[in-house]
């Protein structure tokens, strides 16, 4: 990617090392901190599934989770690599969930501070892993996790399902969720659910699940997994995508991105899903098991990556109007650089990329114009058009956070210290050597295919000023 921005970016790069700061930069460096400051990314998901029982009378209610790595207190290791596995840091969790029978009252509350002492116990799972890492800046990262799930067979009725997360060697573990729910039979129901998959395994007979709660990957596609209740052959059933908003509690369907006519290909008959029962910290599995009392379900790749980063509703209906199969989502870009989280800071940090008179002219206007402008500036400039995620423009800004995060002193904000700037244009060295001298500074060397960037340090607080490319 560091070749990608240099040969698409490279000639468009102007007076990367040397500028003053104005005191409008210094109002936008403070932005910057504030909004990094401000921007709390989800780090763990949890999402409830209602599977087909093993038996006609009962329904899988399971529990399903991932963890990212940064959210998770790692401690170092002192156990020896084995089999090629790094495990210089590990983090050890437990999750516990308890299931009382429960009425309607409870039903009808919504707070979460529900009282279960004077509930029967209608049953209990228990799950436990470790997450391994062998690197510090693997144990901060947020697109690693750690999954898993839990569940048990339940007769119809109303229950009350308490989940307890245990991190770490911390004591009591606490409260993640509790909730008051009403299972129906599977075959009586008149809406089937939706699991969301990644990916689809080579024969056909697993699905991996997203394990991010109502939530997908932006810029990527998916699966859909859809129930379809009093499904007949002589029917025809039609799923749809449509962006959805949501203001003041209400929800409205707005644009139509994707539609699809379901045929036989589509379909899996015979099957009970359910979730696979060994351990594996790396994927949540649904098993498409066949079964002779099974249902018939729609299996359909979600074409996600054409999308923008929103929420939407997927809905089936059989003949054109009926209703059988819904669920919403919300595509979520996991890892977006935070400078893309407001505009005016996004459009400021292209003064690395574009002359002054560009940046004025991207900067003019209405935020609906700017926004117009700054969407078409890197249109231009996508590796990949026929999709909404833009390879460069993701890179470019995610150098800027890093430059941020690692070069910023009491003295100067990272993006405008020198090693920040070489770092944004160029991306990370192919190899860093630092010297000492007896006579001098401490002194830094980037070197990269064709040149190198020397920089000297100018106090003892990581500040470091380029003398030699």
Same mark, same amino acid.
């Given at each position: 990617?560091k070749?990608?921005? !240099? ?9 990367l @090392?040397?500028?003053?700061?104005s005191e409008?930069?210094?109002?936008q460096?403070?932005k910057y ?10 780090s763990?998901?949890? =999402?409830f599934?209602i599977?087909p $029982? ?14 990212? !790595?940064?959210s ?6 002192n156990e *020896?690599q ?5 495990r210089?840091f590990?983090?050890?969790v437990?999750?516990? %969930?308890e299931?009382?029978?429960?009425n309607? *009252?409870?039903?009808k509350?919504?707070d979460p501070?529900? *009282? ?20 510090? /800046? /693997?144990t ?5 996790f750690?999954? $898993?799930?839990?569940?048990?067979e339940?007769?119809p009725?109303?229950y ?7 991190r770490g060697d911390?004591?009591?573990p606490r ?12 075959s ?6 939706v699991?969301?998959g ?13 394990? %991010?709660?109502?939530n997908v990957k932006?810029g ?9 209740p009093?499904y007949?052959e002589?029917? #025809?059933? +039609?799923?749809d995508v449509?962006?959805i908003?949501? #203001? ?11 539609s699809q006519?379901?045929?036989t290909d589509?379909l899996?008959r015979?099957?009970?899903?359910? @979730?696979n +029962?060994g351990?594996n910290?790396k ?9 002779p =009392?099974?249902?018939t379900y729609a299996l359909?790749?979600?074409p996600?990556?054409r999308?923008p980063n929103t #929420? ?5 209906r059989e003949?054109?109007?009926k209703?059988v199969?819904?669920?919403? !989502? ?5 890892d ?5 989280l407001?505009?005016d ?8 990329m574009?002359n002054?008179q560009?940046?004025?002219?991207l900067?003019? $206007? ?5 926004e117009?402008?700054?969407r078409?500036f ?5 590796p990949?058009?026929d999709?909404e995620?833009?390879e ?5 800004y995610?150098r800027i ?5 690692h070069?910023?002193?009491n ?10 700037k070489?770092?944004?244009k160029?991306?990370?060295?192919n190899?860093i ?11 830094e060397i980037?070197s990269?295919?064709n ?5 000297r340090a100018? *106090? ?6 380029l003398?030699s490319?």
């Amino acid at each position: 990617m560091k070749q990608t921005i !240099y040969s698409i970016a490279g000639a468009l790069l102007f007076g990367l @090392l040397f500028g003053s700061a104005s005191e409008l930069r210094a109002q936008q460096n403070l932005k910057y901190q504030q909004l990094s400051f401000a921007d709390q990314r989800p780090s763990q998901f949890f =999402d409830f599934l209602i599977l087909p $029982g093993q038996a006609d009378e009962t329904v899988a209610l399971a529990s399903v989770y991932s963890f990212s !790595y940064s959210s998770m207190p790692f401690k170092k290791s002192n156990e *020896s690599q084995s089999s090629g596995k790094k495990r210089a840091f590990f983090s050890p969790v437990t999750m516990n %969930m308890e299931v009382f029978s429960s009425n309607e *009252s409870l039903l009808k509350r919504k707070d979460p501070d529900i *009282s279960v002492e004077q509930l029967d116990p209608a049953g209990r799972a228990f799950w436990e892993d470790t997450a391994y890492a062998g690197t510090y /800046e /693997e144990t901060q990262s947020e697109l690693t996790f750690l999954y $898993g799930h839990l569940g048990m067979e339940l007769k119809p009725g109303i229950y009350t399902y308490v989940l307890q997360l245990k991190r770490g060697d911390r004591g009591d573990p606490r409260t993640s969720q509790t909730r008051t729910i009403r299972i129906k039979p599977y075959s009586e129901m008149t809406i089937g659910n939706v699991y969301l998959g990644e990916k689809l395994s080579s024969d056909g007979s697993q699905l991996q699940l997203i394990s %991010m709660g109502d939530n997908v990957k932006y810029g990527s596609d998916f699966y859909a997994l859809a129930y379809l209740p009093g499904y007949t052959e002589e029917a #025809s059933y +039609s799923l749809d995508v449509n962006a959805i908003s949501t #203001s003041r509690g209400d929800t409205s369907v707005t644009d139509q991105l994707y539609s699809q006519e379901l045929g036989t290909d589509d379909l899996r008959r015979g099957i009970k899903p359910c @979730l696979n +029962s060994g351990r594996n910290s790396k994927a949540n599995m649904l098993q498409l098991s066949p079964d002779p =009392d099974g249902f018939t379900y729609a299996l359909v790749k979600i074409p996600n990556s054409r999308f923008p980063n929103t #929420s939407y509703r997927i809905t089936i209906r059989e003949n054109d109007r009926k209703t059988v199969s819904s669920t919403t !989502y919300q595509s979520k870009w996991l890892d977006m650089p935070r400078s893309l989280l407001s505009l005016d800071i996004a459009t400021e940090m292209l003064r690395y990329m574009v002359n002054d008179q560009t940046l004025d002219r991207l900067s003019e $206007g209405s935020k609906e114009e700017r926004e117009r402008k700054f969407r078409a500036f890197w249109k231009e400039r996508d590796p990949t058009p026929d999709t909404e995620y833009n390879e460069l423009m993701a890179e470019y800004y995610r150098r800027i956070d890093y430059a941020y995060r690692h070069f910023t002193t009491n003295n100067i904000i990272g993006y405008e210290s020198d090693q920040g700037k070489v770092y944004i244009k160029y991306g990370p060295p192919n190899n860093i050597e630092r010297k000492f001298p007896i006579d001098g500074s401490p002194v830094e060397i980037w070197s990269y295919p064709n040149r190198e960037f020397v920089f000297r340090a100018t *106090s003892g607080f990581g500040d470091f000023k380029l003398v030699s490319q």
